[in-house]
């Protein structure tokens, strides 16, 4: 079945660093990609999406493109901000199916 | 996208009683999920809410369990039936049309 792995954290920077989270997955067909943001207590929103190869995703300085030949969709951004700590989730989805979500991999920016 | 309403925000119950989770969508979805979040986990699928018949459930998750309700299109409920600790979690509702998917607030159940 569909997969979807992700770097394990967590991931400490300091402000204003580059961050890098890794996000590969595996599917039979052409899903569409996301990467999902968690603050600390709140639910899941949506950060960004792609949905079809060289698609690139984009949201707050956090950009990601859609790599059919890598099979990868890694999220960066070139300064982060305290206000950016949070627990990172990369997830696919094929049709009508429900996501598919990476293991999470949290994110703290020290000042 | 569309905004789903999730209550309990959060509530402690006593083990062998029942909760019930209630969300609602302010428009129309094709698809409802049911998602379970243990303490520093990511999401597990519970179910599908399946709009006027029963729910389908993943490998792990019965009905008995976790009874779903989808009267309609825009609203669905969860109960997590003679809890325990270990049902202890936050639990998410998602609605989904298109391609997109978007999540309730969730709802964190301490099981005491």
């Known amino acids: 079945g569909d997969s979807v792995t992700q770097m394990e954290g967590p991931v400490t920077l300091s402000e204003e660093a580059f961050l890098t989270i890794n996000c590969t997955y595996t599917a039979t067909g052409y899903p569409s990609l996301f990467w999902y943001v968690q603050y600390p207590g709140e639910g899941l929103q949506l950060l960004l999406k792609a949905t079809k190869a060289d698609d690139k995703g984009s949201n707050k300085g956090f950009e990601a493109t859609y790599r059919k030949e890598t099979t990868s969709f890694h999220l960066e951004k070139g300064s982060v901000q305290v206000s950016d700590s949070a627990v990172y989730f990369c997830a696919l989805r094929s049709g009508n199916t429900p996501l598919v979500f990476g293991k999470g991999t949290r994110l703290s920016v020290i000042a | 996208s569309a905004v789903i309403s999730q209550k309990p925000s959060r509530d402690i119950c006593q083990r062998g009683t029942s909760l019930t989770i209630q969300c609602q969508v302010d428009s129309q979805v094709t698809m409802m999920f049911w998602y379970r979040q243990q303490p520093g986990q990511s999401l597990t699928l519970i179910a599908t809410?399946?709009?006027?018949?029963?729910?389908?459930?993943e490998s792990g998750f019965v009905i008995d369990k976790f009874p779903i309700s989808r009267p309609n299109l825009t609203f669905s409920t969860l109960t997590v039936s003679n809890m325990s600790p270990e049902d202890s979690s936050i639990y998410l509702c998602s609605g989904a049309g298109g391609t997109e998917a978007f999540f309730g607030q969730g709802t964190r159940l301490t099981v005491v």
């Open positions: 809410a399946n709009q006027g018949s029963e729910a389908t459930y």
